[in-house]
């Protein structure tokens, strides 16, 4: 292979540029190409998505403890700074070694390609963003540091003594062309730093412009957000109940009773929101049932739908946390469907199934019972966002989201637990998730000072499908007192409480619990969200002046 004679003459900084700006060429390329080729399988979007997919429980946990909803961001920032650095060490080696630069940056092209091809939502052309960013990335590599090598130093030539000629190489070095070259260090003709740098500022530059591009939406995606604009969601047969006078007590900085679509928090293993398109969108329900059948987009409209109230919350939500939202469902029951396919006897989950292949594996009965299991089309008065399942979720009050609020949803699977595992339970999540019963302290805010004197406590308090009956609050280890519970909208929402405080100037720390109207207390005992949910009483620390 060719070798590197000045490599030593090149700046490692001048290195490590010139396999950033060929990566990010070759990565912004790729990003763009996807955008046309293949929507949901952008190179960093399938390799990220394949992270989230190997993450172990405790990876997700505390991405979620870390980042919150802000998990995604903190991955792709995490993703961008080891391909920073693996691409300057592709320039580095480049220099160097060649080819060891090039291959490297190929050989992760060539495997980011082999990745986007294999995830759950793969198309037959994912396989091509990956590949071009390698090319691409490959040449202007060569390229950078072909300038950076400068042109063939010409008034030098090693000695290179003709074949055959080995054994006498001594004895010929006194003769031949060489004889004629001044016997002077061999002047090596100084590399076009302008040039190199031009060329690796367009590239980086043109990644850089590429990436914007792809991330402009083009006419093919724009066309689920169009349907969804367009979409007129038909009136519910059975409305939910407004909201009862007293469920909101209107407090600043306590949770809204009902959680505005952009405001509700969004927790999902998809780097990239899948798009589906309504017109395309069917719904099969199969596995052990009497009878298989697909529900299309019209079809689901057509049936009657129904309008009701479920908090839904997030296994990964800590004590204090804010992984959970309130909203108005509009759905079709889960429970007609099933009856439509008639489950045999032994049957004892749904696995429910995203376009981008996540699953939750629900309890039958939670399907089949009188609870509002619902396929929802609805949320909060308009069609759900994109972000939360356009065009049809599951949403089951009482149970956490990873067992059973799938977005995206394409498929039902009725199933065995003994037989079939869901995506977070084959992470080592419980196979059962109920919702454990939690109280959270909203007001007073953390770090928010105080002037000593009358104030309030409040906060929300939640055990879906069972009910909260009392909330407690405890100041500075004194006597639990009640707090005054708001109206619940129903069973399977959350209700806010308050307590007024007289405040005296120090610090103060405030635990608050709750009892279900099952009779349980909340209990004390810590425990992670890991592996069904985390518990324990929140508690919050307040300087009063
Ligand atoms: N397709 C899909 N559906 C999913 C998930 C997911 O990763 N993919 N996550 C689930 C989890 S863990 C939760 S808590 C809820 C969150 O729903 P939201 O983002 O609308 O609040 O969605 C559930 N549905
Ligand atoms: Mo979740």
């Known amino acids: 292979m060719a070798p590197a004679p000045d490599a030593r003459r090149t700046p490692t900084p001048l290195a490590w540029l010139a396999g950033v700006a060929a990566v990010a060429l070759g990565a912004g390329i790729g990003e763009l190409a996807a955008r046309f080729l293949a929507p949901a399988s952008s190179p960093v979007g399938a390799v990220g998505g394949a992270l989230i997919d190997i993450a172990p429980p405790w990876a997700k946990d505390a991405a979620i403890t870390l980042f919150g909803t802000d998990d995604k961001i903190a991955l792709l920032t995490g993703m961008g700074i080891v391909l920073v650095l693996a691409a300057a060490l592709a320039g ?3 220099v160097r070694k060649p080819p060891s630069g090039v ?3 190929g050989a992760v092209g ?7 091809a294999t995830r759950p939502d793969a198309g037959a052309l994912s396989w091509i963003p990956s590949l071009i960013a390698g090319a691409v990335a490959v040449a202007t590599l060569a390229g950078l540091v072909g300038l950076l090598r400068g042109p063939a130093p010409a008034r030098y030539e090693p000695p290179r003594p003709a074949a055959g000629a080995v054994e006498e190489r001594g004895a010929a070095a006194g003769s031949g062309p060489i004889t004629a070259a001044p016997q002077q260090p061999p002047e090596v003709r100084q590399p076009s730093r302008r040039a190199f740098f031009a060329w690796a500022g367009a590239a980086a530059a043109g990644g850089i412009l590429a990436v914007l591009a792809s991330q402009v939406r083009l006419a093919g995606s724009a066309v689920v957000t169009a349907a969804r604009d367009a979409l007129r969601l038909p009136a519910p047969v059975s409305a939910a109940p407004p909201v009862p006078a007293g469920a909101e007590l209107g407090i600043a900085d306590l949770a809204p009773v009902v959680t505005p679509n952009g405001s509700f928090y969004r927790i999902d293993t998809a780097l990239i929101v899948p798009e589906v398109d309504p017109a395309q969108w069917k719904l099969r329900v199969h596995g052990m049932v009497a009878q298989e059948f697909e529900l299309t987009w019209d079809e689901l409209l057509a049936l009657p739908l129904e309008e009701s109230w479920t908090t839904l919350a997030c296994v990964s939500n800590e004590v204090g946390g804010t992984l959970i939202g309130n909203a108005r469902w509009l759905g079709y029951p889960v429970r007609e469907l099933l009856a439509r396919a008639g489950p045999t006897a032994d049957a004892d989950m749904v696995l429910s199934r995203s376009v981008d292949g996540f699953t939750a594996s629900t309890p039958l009965e939670a399907l089949t019972d009188s609870r509002n299991a619902i396929l929802a089309v609805g949320m909060n008065g308009e069609p759900l966002p994109l972000p939360h399942g356009f065009p049809v979720r599951m949403v089951v009050p009482g149970l956490y989201g990873y067992v059973s609020a799938t977005k995206w949803l394409v498929e039902l699977e009725v199933t065995r637990f003994d037989t079939t595992r869901a995506y977070w339970t084959d992470r080592g999540w419980s196979e059962r998730g ?8 909203d007001v007073p805010r953390t770090g928010q000072s105080l002037d000593a004197g009358d104030t ?3 906060g929300v308090a939640w055990q879906q499908h069972t009910g909260v009956a009392a909330v407690e609050v405890q100041i500075d280890d004194g006597p639990w007192q009640a707090a005054t519970l708001a109206t619940a909208i129903s069973d399977d929402t959350w209700v ?3 307590m007024p405080w007289a405040a005296a100037s120090g610090e103060h ?3 608050c619990r709750a009892v279900g109207k099952d009779g349980a207390q909340q209990t004390p005992e810590r425990a992670a969200p890991a592996p069904d949910g985390a518990t324990g009483w929140h508690e919050r620390t307040v300087q009063i002046t």
Do not use: M, T
């Open 92 to 94: 580095w080696l480049e």
């Open 103 to 105: 291959v490297l940056v």
């Open 110 to 116: 060539a495997a980011g390609s082999v990745v986007a």
């Open 434 to 441: 109920p919702i454990k019963l939690q109280s959270r302290i």
């Open 456 to 458: 309030v406590i409040a």
């Open 496 to 498: 806010q409480w308050s």
């Open 509 to 511: 720390v405030i635990r």
